[in-house]
């Protein structure tokens, strides 16, 4: 017995331990303090949809729900198909078909496991940004990579990191990207054999500015090689519960992807794959979905700027980045005392430990009861 314990005691916690604690582990008792409010709580710390999943979508769940055998790790032709067609209706991608599209199961799941399934492991580096979505640094760390956060090729020099995380419009600073910071990106990344992954998941949720995509024609001249786009249905279509996703982009890179994933047994679900399809064929329950989201988005930047905050980019995705120049967990800490729960910005690295992040992602009610509470 104790041989069979010593063994358990080897492997326990060995990958674990290479992780930091997660993050909204840590808020407890903001949530508490802010569920006690007699209103009850606002929680705008996780950008959880919150509004109905179209019908449109629902049945095409069904419609795909009576296929009784295994899907496809490429997913249906229609899919990826669908997929690039969005692309190209929606941001303007050219050159991109259903070669260059994989289908996964969500893309929080995607990002964590692409580095490893790249062949990036110990002695490479993943470059991240400096205010960054926590998984960009799982995803190294689950490698055995090193992460080295960056926001500007110049402070990298002449160094050849294996892949690189970009993501604009930003989670959690709604930051945008420009057209020529992107060139640049792509050029630096080019020259050095770099792999450069760009999380577009906030795409289609722009408010004060245009958000290109890394595959643009703009961006990239229409060349995809070496550049991999990534892109979520759980904002713009409501389908978080559906873990719906695609990496889009260079079809070597796909195929490579392809390849470790079929080992690995990594399938989208065929009933989420017509699902999918429905959703990246209409447009109009985008438009419908963004239009709520700003709606909300007004009325909650004006009750924080009126409060006294100050927000800084957030001129796209579902957040406003917020500060009152105060430590953040002492700004969550006021917002509770209201009812009120926000994301500290030390969630998203040393350089968010003054901002809050706020998410679009409560109902009208919930959005209304914050600005009033913050009016107060």
Request: glycine share 10%.
């Amino acid at each position: 017995m104790k041989a069979g314990a010593d063994v358990k005691a080897g492997f326990r916690g060995r990958v674990s331990a290479s992780l930091p604690d997660f993050p909204w582990d840590t808020l407890a008792g903001a949530k508490a303090a802010a569920a006690a409010h007699p209103g009850g709580i606002v929680d705008l710390s996780v950008g959880t949809p919150v509004d109905p999943v179209p019908a449109l979508i629902r049945d095409a769940l069904a419609a795909g729900s009576g296929f009784p055998g295994y899907p496809t790790t490429i997913g249906t032709v229609e899919l990826r198909r669908a997929a690039a067609s969005s692309l190209a209706r929606r941001h303007g991608v050219t050159g991109l078909d259903e070669s260059g599209i994989l289908p996964v199961i969500g893309t929080k799941e995607a990002i964590a496991g692409l580095t490893s399934l790249l062949g990036i492991g110990a002695g490479d580096t993943v470059v991240i940004p400096e205010v960054a979505y926590p998984t960009y640094e799982v995803s190294a760390l689950l490698a055995g990579a090193n992460a080295v956060r960056a926001d500007s090729t110049l402070q990298l020099g002449p160094s050849a990191p294996a892949l690189m995380f970009i993501n604009s419009p930003s989670n959690p600073t709604g930051k945008v990207l420009g057209v020529d910071h992107l060139r640049k990106v792509v050029g630096w990344a080019r020259e050095r054999g770099t792999v450069l992954v760009s999380d577009e998941c906030y795409l289609g949720l722009c408010w004060d500015d245009e958000a290109l995509s890394i595959l643009d024609p703009r961006v990239c001249d229409g060349d995809h090689t070496g550049l991999l786009a990534v892109h979520s249905l759980s904002k713009i279509s409501n389908l978080a519960s559906y873990r719906a996703g695609f990496l889009a982009g260079d079809p070597e890179l796909i195929g490579e992807l392809l390849a470790v994933r079929k080992h690995a047994g990594l399938m989208v679900p065929f009933p989420v794959q017509t699902a999918m399809t429905a959703a990246l064929d209409d447009d109009a329950h985008v438009d419908e979905q963004r239009e709520r989201y700003r709606a909300r988005r007004e009325i909650l930047l004006g009750a924080v700027t009126a409060a006294g905050f100050r927000v800084d980019d957030s001129e796209a995705g579902l957040y406003l980045w917020a500060t009152r120049d105060e430590p953040c967990r002492d700004t969550v800490a006021w917002l509770a005392e209201r009812g009120i729960l926000a994301a500290p910005g030390d969630f998203y690295g040393p350089a968010g430990v003054r901002h809050v992040r706020m998410a679009l992602t409560a109902t009208d009610e919930r959005i209304a009861a914050a600005r009033d509470r913050l009016s107060a």
